[in-house]
């Protein structure tokens, strides 16, 4: 939360903040934590901020394809969500990124954090990583980011550097262990994979950065991460030693517990002991009062605490004018401050998170909600005074909401989906991990668009079970379109209307092997855009395809093929060797830095652009003469990079991994077959060929540039 002269905090668009720390640096994990999720808004408005040069198209359906083929350079990328939080309404979720779910046993997972590990080169050219950690009160929504007044505050731990914050974060109850125990299935392969970029970060942690000696650094408390070992208030006395009877404190709370004790209000004032207090007024545009009459009367008669409202010039939609709506105030501040005559005995000690100002959020241990905030020692240039003003007149009526931690009381099914996708759709599975429970429920269903997908039957809990065809099939057809379903548990069979639906997110594996959101790129358009040199010449190749796909989608509402373009360098030999070997010296690129996401995407994946599309496209194709000498060389592909691996003392396996390896003998056969389909329509479609001339050919132009294997 930067400030500005003033000492009030920046007002800045949360996408813009974030892509303005990303900068020139090249994002290589991500981990964000939400209650609340919106996957269609967080694909196409939050995931592009990890990629800040890349020009977006304003048509959504463009803008997926371009982020979903920027995320495949991008290897670990998860969300954690309260399972509670997920909107069903929150659109499609279609991109290659982990998606777990998270629920407590009472209260609710409310952290909300973005850690991203990035690197940038040095001036001896090697990399030099750094994490950054934000930690905000905005969920991964649409009101969150673009609508609501929340607070958010940036740090970053750099390689080699003491942090507080890593030993919050490493400690066996901190951020990192809570998300790496959320995957279903314990220490299984696949559920360590779905929390590999916490794994990641950990591992920077513990690597290249270390516990901080002493407390202090120049003068001022070392920042630290709230996780909730302790309560709240112990927490913001400890922590930010705050000394009774010092300080002012500020709350900005949007939910309170509303009730007439007022505990959490009185236990936090015990703790910390401030000389006055002001609490922020949550008020709808017409001034009614968002908490209930017997907390805002008791709030009111406690000694020395005020009502107050923030500066309308924050709170306003626009600045044009005095009546302008306000915007729903959803930040969760927690400053205490105090003056002197003296500089130095200025301080101001802010904590901001998700944390709000009820039992809940404040219980600490692991009874309620998991939280996060950051507590931060700033350096003050100017006395500090009070943000908020008391109320002038008290509220006439009273609304209150419900608190989000509330919802921890609401049905929640400990159930995960997960779909196995294979380049044999024979071979894909559909499995399920339901946790156990008290009362075991006897029914339950999947449903989406309002029609049942399928029913489970005997109801297997706490272990990967299968899934039959049927179930297999009906999910598979959905996860062309989204991953979002929704669960009916009933105490009936077919009683859909006596029970509420519980909307889930399949988990997918394997997605490299996912049919593509693209189709319809022909071999010609594929080898030129494997040729192109530049991020931005790409985007804008893919931009201008896109959108005649599309248009001619609108138009046809048949096929999204494009007619093969006339003929040019890409149409003929010097493209097809060019764009070959674009590919792989990107590939190589991508595993020189442990991208083997983006490796396997390139060479066995399904997507528009990958080696098996091109040469599924090629095989067809009217000009016999391209498709022989294109599967030809794609032929040459796997064996070219093993051997430039070995060259270039690449240190990766990825080619030897069992399912690697075999996709790659799968295709190598493949293609020669259909290689030798292409010669013998070479040979009967046109002149004579000389005696011997596919073999001179292939000597000649494959032997020539074949790497050896020796």
Known sequence: MPRNDAGTPEQIVLSDALTRVVGDRRVTAAV???????????????????????????????????????????EHVAVFYDRRGLRPEGGVARLDYERIGLTRAAGVFHAKNI???????????????????????????????????????????????????????????????????????????????????????????LKQTESPVHRKHGGRLRPRLYVGREKFAEFLRVAGRIDPNEYCLEIISPFFENTAEALTVRALLDAVQPAETR????????????????????????????????????????????????????????????????????????????????????AGGTVRNFETAILLDLECQHRPDWWMTPLDKPAAEFDPCLPEDDAGSLACHELTLRFHWQSDPSKERLDYFWKAEPSPPQCASIWANGCRLFAFGKIVFDRWEPLDDDARQAIQQRLRTSS?????????????????????LVQEINMAQKPPLLEGLSAAEILEYWSLLTPDQRNEYLERKLTALLERAEKQHDTMTLPEPSESLFD??????????????????????????????RLIGTSYDSLPTLANQVKDSAD?????????RAGEVFRRLRGQIRRQG????????????????R????????????????AAGGPSVPDGFFDWYERAFTGSVRVADD
Not at 625 to 632: P, Q, R
Not at 651 to 661: G, H, N, S
Not at 668 to 681: D, F, L, N, P, T
């Open 32 to 74: 964000f934590t939400t209650f609340e999720f919106e996957p269609d808004f967080f694909e196409l408005h939050v995931l592009p901020c990890l990629f800040p040069n890349v020009a977006w198209s304003h048509m959504p359906n463009v803008k997926r394809v371009q982020v979903g083929e920027a995320l495949v350079g991008l």
């Open 115 to 205: 850690l991203l590990l990035v690197e940038s080169s040095a001036d001896d050219g090697k990399p030099c990583q750094c994490l950054v950690v934000a930690t905000t009160s905005a969920n991964l929504t649409r009101s969150g980011w673009h609508e609501n007044l929340e607070v958010a505050q940036v740090l970053e731990i750099k390689s080699g550097e003491p942090s507080a914050v890593r030993d919050d974060m490493l400690h066996k109850r901190g951020l990192l262990s809570v998300l790496e125990d959320a995957a279903p299935g314990g220490s299984t392969s696949d559920a360590k994979s779905q929390v590999a970029a916490a794994a990641v970060i950990r591992e920077f942690l």
């Open 279 to 362: 609490i922020y007024s949550p008020l709808a545009n017409d001034g009614t009062a968002r908490c209930s009459r017997e907390f805002f009367q008791a709030v009111k008669d406690m000694h020395n605490v005020h009502w107050a409202s923030l500066p309308s010039d924050m709170t306003r939609w626009s600045r044009k004018g005095d009546k302008t709506k306000h915007r729903n105030v959803h930040a969760k501040v927690y400053r205490l401050f105090k003056g002197g005559r003296a500089k130095d005995d200025w301080r101001d000690v802010q904590i901001v998170g998700s944390v709000n100002l009820t039992g809940a959020a404040h």
């Open 484 to 504: 979002l379903v929704e669960l009916l548990v009933e105490s009936v069979p077919d009683q859909k209307s006596s029970a509420s639906m519980q909307p889930l």
């Open 572 to 601: 003929r030999f010097a493209g097809i060797f060019h764009a070959f070997s674009c590919l792989e010296e990107h590939v190589l690129e991508a595993l020189k830095r442990g991208a083997e996401k983006d490796a396997r995407y």
């Open 624 to 632: 016999a003469v391209v498709a022989y000498v294109t599967l030809l």
């Open 650 to 665: 690449i240190q990766t396996d990825f080619l030897e991994k069992p399912d690697v390896k075999e996709a790659c003998r």
């Open 667 to 682: 295709y190598e056969r493949e293609w020669q077959q259909a290689c030798q389909v292409s010669k013998g329509r070479i």
